[in-house]
């Protein structure tokens, strides 16, 4: 790991050398001032990982230090000295952003013990940060896998929907991707800071679900020894996700009803009321209608649940996004197992591209890592496939004039390209190595292609 850097700030010139080597000494690299005026004007955000300062300095106090240096740098710990520490001056200067006070005098094993925890502290901060951001990359839109129409239109109703805090019912077959979407919701929502917690209505029994959702009260039953915060808590200010909503009992319905009108709801055994902030989307692959009709769903809970509808359509509506899921769950297993898969071959592409896979993503997913798991070739041969798809006797999608195996290897192509240039902003070179392939087979590929650089700018 590199050394962190230092900036040390003392008008006292004997003290500011003597911790000058001390931290030196321990492998840290430090830069020591006399004067605060030309630290400041010195420092430069990102070239140094910890400040720290003495309070009392002609001119410019260690205070003002801090404050110049956290408006450029608002993430940079910083520890003030000083030799008379009062409660007054400890509050005001960690309301100006300090991470800690050291009082003189000190020894040097309390210097390198106080620097240490200030850089493990900002260290956590940084990785913290960076795990978000990771996350809610992992859900932006182009990361939802699919170039066809229909995905198009409805990732752009998702990216309206986001921004308004209203309740969302996705609806769709099973394994059509609607948690993702439902995440996709949710980070990109002014709630992406807080939690996205989700739960499946139709995996648990219904006294579970109930205390799983709104929490338990002490004593609320035999073994309910302390007061058990549930969900709909958990999620206090971000986002809860219902699955499989036409699951729900009656009885969670009606306390549901309430909670989306009220946005309070009871724990199990509890006489007052607890009010969070929760946005509230749902999924279902039941008809809810023909739900209402029998009696076994609320009608009115389904229009608070359904303020706006998000309908998945089935694999089988949007063949075109069947090539760029196959080649992306294949990339997503070489890249964790260390396999050199390339992808399918044409019998086996033109067979995954007619299959209805009723399974829909779910079932494509599995099938791609079966057969990876099992072939002992570069490319996935139909004999492999069709241990999981029965290729003849299946149901498979009717072919079109447009759906030949030429047209279906050209939109994949045409696609892939685009998409390698896209993340490799337009270099050849980067989108050649990402590919397996060499820069004169891409060239020529984009010149077939007729690929323009605004198609991937």
Same mark, same amino acid.
């Given at each position: 790991?590199?050394?962190?850097?230092?900036?040390?700030?003392?008008?006292?010139?004997?003290? #500011?050398?003597? *911790?000058?080597?001390?931290?030196?000494?321990?492998?840290?690299?430090?830069?020591?001032?006399?004067?605060?005026?030309?630290?400041?004007?010195?420092?430069?955000?990102?070239?140094?990982?910890?400040?720290?300062?003495?309070?009392?300095?002609?001119?410019?106090?260690?205070?003002?230090?801090?404050?110049?240096?956290?408006?450029?740098?608002?993430?940079?710990?910083?520890?003030?000295?000083?030799? $008379?520490?009062?409660?007054?001056?400890?509050?005001?200067?960690?309301?100006?952003? @300090?991470?800690?006070?050291?009082?003189?005098?000190?020894?040097?094993?309390?210097?390198? $013990?106080?620097?240490?925890?200030?850089?493990?502290?900002?260290?956590? !901060?940084?990785?913290? &940060?960076?795990?978000?951001?990771?996350?809610?990359?992992?859900?932006?839109?182009?990361?939802?896998?699919?170039?066809?129409?229909?995905?198009?239109?409805?990732?752009?109703?998702?990216?309206? /929907?986001?921004?308004?805090?209203?309740?969302?019912?996705?609806?769709?077959?099973?394994?059509?991707?609607?948690?993702?979407?439902?995440?996709? /919701?949710?980070?990109?929502?002014?709630?992406?800071?807080?939690?996205?917690?989700?739960?499946? #209505?139709?995996?648990?029994?219904?006294?579970?679900?109930?205390?799983?959702?709104?929490? %338990?009260?002490?004593?609320?039953?035999?073994?309910? %020894?302390?007061?058990?915060?549930?969900?709909?808590?958990?999620?206090?200010?971000?986002?809860?996700?219902?699955?499989?909503?036409?699951?729900?009992? *009656?009885?969670?319905?009606?306390?549901? !009803?309430?909670?989306?009108?009220?946005?309070?709801?009871?724990?199990?055994?509890?006489?007052?009321?607890?009010?969070?902030?929760?946005?509230?989307?749902?999924?279902?692959?039941?008809?809810?209608?023909?739900?209402?009709? %029998?009696? @076994?769903?609320?009608?009115?809970?389904?229009?608070?649940?359904?303020?706006?509808?998000?309908?998945?359509?089935?694999?089988?509506?949007?063949?075109?996004?069947?090539? !760029?899921?196959?080649?992306?769950?294949?990339?997503?297993?070489?890249?964790?197992?260390?396999?050199?898969?390339?992808?399918?071959?044409?019998?086996?592409?033109?067979?995954? #591209?007619?299959?209805?896979?009723?399974?829909?993503?779910?079932?494509?997913?599995?099938?791609?890592?079966? #057969?990876?798991?099992?072939?002992?070739?570069?490319?996935?041969?139909?004999?492999? !496939?069709? &241990?999981?798809?029965?290729?003849?006797?299946?149901?498979?999608?009717?072919?079109?004039?447009?759906?030949?195996?030429?047209?279906?290897?050209?939109?994949?192509?045409?696609?892939?390209?685009?998409?390698?240039?896209?993340?490799?902003?337009?270099?050849?070179?980067?989108?050649?190595?990402?590919?397996?392939?060499?820069?004169?087979?891409?060239?020529?590929?984009?010149?077939?292609?007729?690929?323009?650089?605004?198609?991937?700018?």
């Amino acid at each position: 790991m590199p050394s962190k850097r230092i900036l040390l700030v003392d008008d006292e010139e004997g003290l #500011c050398r003597m *911790m000058e080597a001390i931290l030196t000494d321990s492998g840290y690299i430090v830069k020591g001032y006399t004067r605060s005026f030309e630290a400041v004007e010195d420092y430069r955000h990102g070239d140094w990982d910890l400040v720290i300062s003495d309070i009392k300095m002609p001119g410019m106090d260690g205070l003002e230090v801090l404050a110049r240096i956290k408006a450029k740098s608002p993430d940079i710990p910083f520890i003030i000295i000083t030799a $008379y520490a009062t409660v007054e001056m400890s509050i005001q200067a960690l309301r100006k952003g @300090a991470y800690d006070m050291l009082t003189k005098p000190f020894e040097p094993e309390e210097l390198l $013990y106080r620097v240490k925890n200030a850089l493990q502290h900002s260290q956590l !901060l940084t990785e913290n &940060q960076e795990l978000r951001d990771e996350l809610v990359g992992k859900f932006r839109f182009d990361n939802i896998i699919g170039d066809s129409p229909q995905l198009k239109e409805l990732l752009q109703k998702v990216e309206r /929907v986001a921004i308004r805090d209203t309740s969302v019912l996705i609806t769709g077959e099973s394994g059509t991707g609607k948690e993702l979407i439902a995440q996709a /919701v949710h980070y990109n929502s002014p709630r992406k800071g807080k939690r996205f917690v989700a739960i499946n #209505c139709g995996a648990l029994p219904e006294t579970i679900l109930e205390s799983e959702l709104f929490g %338990t009260k002490k004593g609320a039953f035999t073994g309910a %020894t302390e007061n058990r915060q549930g969900l709909l808590e958990a999620a206090d200010g971000g986002t809860l996700f219902l699955d499989e909503i036409g699951n729900l009992p *009656m009885n969670v319905q009606k306390t549901l !009803l309430r909670f989306l009108q009220e946005q309070e709801f009871l724990r199990l055994g509890d006489t007052k009321p607890t009010k969070v902030d929760v946005r509230v989307i749902s999924a279902t692959n039941s008809d809810l209608m023909a739900e209402i009709k %029998t009696g @076994a769903f609320r009608e009115d809970l389904y229009y608070r649940f359904n303020v706006v509808n998000i309908h998945l359509p089935p694999l089988r509506d949007r063949p075109a996004d069947i090539p !760029l899921l196959a080649a992306h769950f294949i990339k997503l297993q070489n890249e964790k197992f260390g396999t050199r898969i390339r992808g399918l071959t044409p019998e086996a592409f033109q067979s995954a #591209c007619d299959y209805a896979w009723p399974g829909n993503i779910r079932q494509l997913r599995n099938v791609i890592e079966a #057969c990876m798991a099992i072939e002992t070739g570069e490319w996935i041969s139909l004999p492999v !496939l069709s &241990q999981f798809i029965d290729v003849d006797s299946a149901p498979v999608r009717e072919l079109t004039d447009g759906d030949s195996y030429s047209a279906a290897l050209s939109r994949f192509e045409t696609s892939y390209l685009i998409s390698l240039l896209k993340k490799s902003a337009g270099n050849i070179d980067a989108a050649a190595r990402e590919a397996g392939m060499n820069m004169a087979t891409i060239y020529r590929k984009i010149k077939k292609y007729d690929i323009k650089k605004e198609d991937y700018s």
